[in-house]
């Protein structure tokens, strides 16, 4: 397996959490469970060699082979599969409150689910494709959808800076935010922020503080993936170990205990970069 990163352009770099290429030559990995967990990031996938499938508890995801999706936030665990040949894959994550800066259409309306480009921007998305499919280099094809991502920057509202402020503060908590803080901090009731952030991110501002504390003990097992990996660190996020159990379970699928025996060196191998850049 290869998984190449990708340098965003400068104009799309505050919108992009990470860009990759990945490469196999026979398909995902059938001895690992290549469990993809919530990390509150809508992805732009391209599978330009072999067919995608992602499937979860409540929905399967085809990703056609030359095909960008547009796939919305999950709130729970996903399994990629490919046929066993060789394969390619373009996958850019978008920060949390990156994707509302190109999707055209209430984020909510994806949430666990895929969009077809085709369908977002018509026939300039069908050119786009069949321009992918023509470009043999996989790199050169990351530079033919980011030069279309450009052309689709749009102004940015008040009501996306007030989302951008708050999904900063909980992201730089790890989710230790209070909601009654953002509140304060913010000037606007929970309710409205529930509606703001259904439109520009997908989920709410309580999910997305759950998702970046599980984040913080997903890094944890990537790093270190034995049985125990969770422990020095529990009370730190939460009041008792049967939330922390709870949680870690409706985004992993697995207790925290279980998920630490789990074979999904495909999962760890998205952490690469992180590794590289901050050890």
């Known amino acids: ?3 190449k990163s990708i340098i965003p352009y400068v104009q799309l770099a505050p919108f992009i959490r990470s860009f990759w290429i990945f490469e196999s030559d026979y398909g995902h990995p059938v001895t690992s469970s290549r469990i993809i967990a919530p990390n509150a990031c809508v992805k732009i996938v391209l599978p ?14 085809h990703h056609p082979e030359s095909r960008l999706q547009f796939i919305g936030n999950a709130d729970e665990p996903y399994v ?17 409150q990156g994707a ?29 494709e069949e321009r992918l499919a023509n470009t043999p280099n996989p790199v050169q094809k990351a530079v033919l959808l980011q030069d279309f991502l450009v052309k689709k920057l749009g102004r940015v509202s008040i009501q996306q800076e007030i989302v951008d402020f708050a999904v900063s503060a909980i992201t730089s908590s790890t989710g230790q935010i209070s909601i009654r803080s953002l509140e304060h901090q913010t000037g606007y009731s929970r309710r409205y922020l529930d509606i703001l952030f259904l439109r520009y991110v997908g989920i709410s501002p309580k999910t997305l503080a759950s998702i970046s504390r599980f984040q913080h ?4 097992w990537a790093k270190n993936p034995t049985p125990d990996f969770y422990r020095d660190e529990i009370f730190r996020f939460y009041h008792d170990q ?26 760890r191998l998205f952490y690469q970069d992180y590794f590289e850049n901050f050890g």
């Open 48 to 61: 330009f060699e072999n067919n995608l499938v992602a499937e979860s508890q409540s929905v399967t995801q």
């Open 217 to 220: 003990f997903h890094l944890l």
């Open 100 to 128: 509302c800066h190109f999707a055209p259409f209430s984020l909510h309306e994806v949430t666990n689910n895929i969009v077809p480009f085709a369908s977002i921007y018509g026939n300039e998305a069908v050119r786009l």
């Open 80 to 96: 990629v599969s490919t046929s066993a040949r060789r394969s390619g894959t373009l996958i850019i994550e978008l920060t949390p």
């Open 1 to 3: 397996m290869l998984l």
């Open 242 to 267: 049967s939330h922390f159990i709870k949680e870690f379970k409706r985004f992993s699928g697995y207790s925290p205990k279980q998920y630490g025996t789990v074979d999904n060196e495909f999962g």
